[in-house]
Structure formats: C-alpha cells, structure tokens
T-cell receptor
Framework: GENVEQHPSTLSVQEGDSAVIKCTYS??????FPWYKQELGKRPQLIID?????GEKKDQRIAVTLNKTAKHFSLHITETQPEDSAVYFC??????????FGDGTTLTVKP | DSGVTQTPKHLITATGQRVTLRCSPR?????VYWYQQSLDQGLQFLIH???????AKGNILERFSAQQFPDLHSELNLSSLELGDSALYFC?????????????FGEGSRLTVL
C-alpha cells in the first residue's frame, strides 16, 4: 500500500519568514495530493491540492510543487503569520479513493 | 461548517464496552471515510464506503466494524474497547469513489476509554 513520509515533524519560524514542508510517497498510482491544516481541537481542512498532471499550484501565500519522478511534493508558505500556526498534513490519494496521510508537521509562527 | 455531521462529539466509556459512532455525509456525497487520530498522532485510515459498499480497508482492528446505510449515513462500531482505543475519530465525505476531490471532515467524535 501507499506510504507517505512527511518532514519536518515540527517547524518554528519568525513571522514574515517562509515555511517549507516536504512529503514523499511510494505508490506511483497516487494521483492526487492535498494538504490539510488542522488547528488545535478542530477538524482538518483543505488548504491546497495538486493533481498528478500539474507540477505547481499557487494560491496567494501558499504554493505546492510536485515532482512525480522523484515522488515528492512540498508545501510552501510565504510571509507567514501567527494564524498560520497549526498542524499541516500532506496526503496521497490512490485511484480507488483511499487517502494516506503523512504524520503531520506542527508549524509555529513566532510574532 | 463542512456539512458533515458526527455524533456524539464526546464519549466516555469503560474498557470492554461497545460504542457506535455516527456520521452523516454532506448532501450529495456518496463516499464516507473513517479516520482515527490518537493524541499527537496523524490520521490513520480505517475504512471507506461508497454508496453502501465497502471500497477500501486500512489498519482497522477486527474489533471495529462499519457500515453505510441506504440513506448514506455511516456508523463505526467499536467493541471490546481498550485504553488504547481512546482517540479522536473523524468521518469525512467526498462526492465520488475514486475522484480527486476534497475530503470534507466532520468535527470528530472524541472517545475516552477509562
């Protein structure tokens, strides 16, 4: 089955700096790669996603890149703000619909 | 509000007991997924149902079972509960079965086994 590894497990940055979270996956059949943000005590919510036929996608301060050959994808957050502090999960979805999540990255943005 | 409803929000029970968690997906969504999130852990996939049929199984214990009913709501049954089953159980829904679409998560059911 699919295996998703996510790094780093914790990340601390100063407000205004950039943050990068990286994930690798094992199953070349995975074709959809979402990123979810989970604030403390709340449900995960989608912040950005990318499909396997696209290399990069950007939405304001958030961007995701995908390297299918190397089987890795990354989340980039620029100009970080304290409200970006949360746990971020990457995931890889197979054609059958099962999404495998990484273990999460706890991002702390210091004011 | 994601449109996915989970009940109960909190549940405290004793070891050896059995509980049922309920999930109503978003209107129009045919797929329901169950995930387990233990303290400070990631989201562990348990099971996926599409339009009443089981589509995929993760590392779901034999003590756990689930089903999706004709009205598309789903129930996750946890039996012979152990302390280690304490976790936040999320239900998520999506429109199709194998589509590349967003998972909409409910608020979760927090289970505490004493």
């Amino acid at each position: 089955g699919e295996n998703v590894e996510q790094h780093p497990s914790t990340l601390s940055v100063q407000e205004g700096d950039s943050a990068v979270i990286k994930c690798t996956y094992s199953d070349s059949a995975s074709n959809y790669f979402p990123w979810y943000k989970q604030e403390l005590g709340k449900r995960p919510q989608l912040i950005i996603d990318i499909r396997s036929n696209v290399g990069e996608k950007k939405d304001q301060r958030i961007a995701v890149t995908l390297n299918k050959t190397a089987k890795h994808f990354s989340l980039h957050i620029t100009e970080t703000q304290p409200e970006d502090s949360a746990v971020y999960f990457c995931a890889a979805r197979e054609g059958a619909g099962k999404s495998t999540f990484g273990d999460g990255t706890t991002l702390t943005v210091k004011p | 509000d994601s449109g996915v409803t989970q009940t109960p929000k909190h549940l405290i029970t004793a070891t050896g007991q059995r509980v049922t968690l309920r999930c109503s997906p978003r209107s129009g969504d045919l797929s329901v997924y169950w995930y387990q999130q233990s303290l400070d852990q990631g989201l562990q996939f348990l099971i996926h149902y599409y339009n009443g049929e089981e589509r995929a199984k993760g590392n779901i214990l034999e003590r756990f079972s689930a089903q999706q009913f004709p009205d598309l709501h789903s129930e996750l049954n946890l039996s012979s509960l152990e302390l280690g089953d304490s976790a936040l159980y999320f239900c998520a829904s999506s429109q199709g079965a194998g589509d590349t679409g967003e998972l909409f998560f409910g608020e979760g059911s927090r289970l505490t086994v004493l």
